[in-house]
């Protein structure tokens, strides 16, 4: 299995920032996407962005400008700098990774989501 362990959450005044990181660890062959999700009390979890092994990006409309992700390979770690932040911001923040693993003798696929990290924009 394939763990994803997140930090950097924790409480902003608006217009402040944050970096979250998170760090997967396994026997990891391969990662193809890397993502950051976060759900808000009383919604449903929403894709923030997504970045791919070629370094292409994805961003919600919402957070486009003001949040930058990115990873670094060799650390199977992803990042998300979060700048200019709003109270709308508020929400649990979950880590994504899908790629492959060694599980026995098999290389098989792999979805894994981390714990989840709190950020709380608020004045």
């Known amino acids: 299995q394939v763990q994803l362990v997140e930090s950097g959450g924790g409480l902003v005044q608006p217009g402040g920032s944050l970096r979250l990181s998170c760090a997967a660890s396994g026997s990891i062959v391969s990662i193809n996407a890397m993502g950051w999700y976060r759900q808000a009390p009383g919604k449903e979890r929403e894709l923030v962005a997504t970045?791919?092994?070629?370094?292409?990006?994805n961003y919600v409309d919402s957070v486009k400008g003001r949040f930058t992700i990115s990873r670094d390979n060799a650390k199977n770690t992803v990042y998300l700098q979060m700048n200019s932040l709003k109270s709308e911001d508020t929400a649990v923040y979950y880590c994504?990774?899908?790629?492959?693993?060694?599980?026995?003798?098999?290389?098989?696929?792999?979805?894994?989501w981390g714990q989840g990290t709190q950020v709380t924009v608020s004045s």
């Open positions: 994504n990774a899908e790629g492959r693993y060694l599980s026995g003798f098999y290389v098989t696929g792999f979805t894994s």
């Open positions: 970045i791919k092994s070629d370094g292409n990006t």
